[in-house]
């Protein structure tokens, strides 16, 4: 088993960044896909970045050109870059580990909050 502890969450103004930061609790695992998601009030939860594999990624047409998603094989570690945050970024953020098809990991979400 795995746990994904999320971090680097928090209240941010238009514009401004935020660094989110998914940790894996077992390292001796290898994930073949790392991704994040999020979720708002109403919403269904979406994909916003994933890197697989040795790097290739992937991002939403809504995130594209402001976050980076970015991993650390060695650490099991994720991460996403947030630039130029939006209110409409406003969302719980989650990280995804994917071990097998069959076999993934959810971390409990960071809520990201974006308001001035």
């Known amino acids: 088993q795995a746990q994904l502890v999320e971090s680097g969450g928090g209240l941010v103004q238009p514009g401004g960044s935020l660094r989110l930061s998914c940790a894996a609790s077992?390292?001796?695992?290898?994930?073949?896909?790392m991704a994040w998601y999020r979720q708002a009030p109403g919403n269904q939860r979406e994909l916003v970045a994933s890197?697989?594999?040795?790097?290739?990624?992937n991002y939403s047409d809504s995130v594209r050109g402001r976050f980076t998603i970015s991993r650390n094989k060695y650490l099991n570690e994720v991460y996403l870059q947030m630039n130029n945050l939006k209110p409409e970024d406003t969302a719980i953020y989650f990280c995804?580990?994917?071990?097998?098809?069959?076999?993934?990991?959810w971390g409990q979400g960071t809520q990201v909050t974006v308001s001035s």
């Open positions: 890197i697989v594999g040795g790097g290739i990624i």
């Open positions: 077992n390292r001796a695992f290898s994930f073949v896909a």
């Open positions: 995804k580990a994917k071990r097998s098809a069959q076999v993934e990991y």
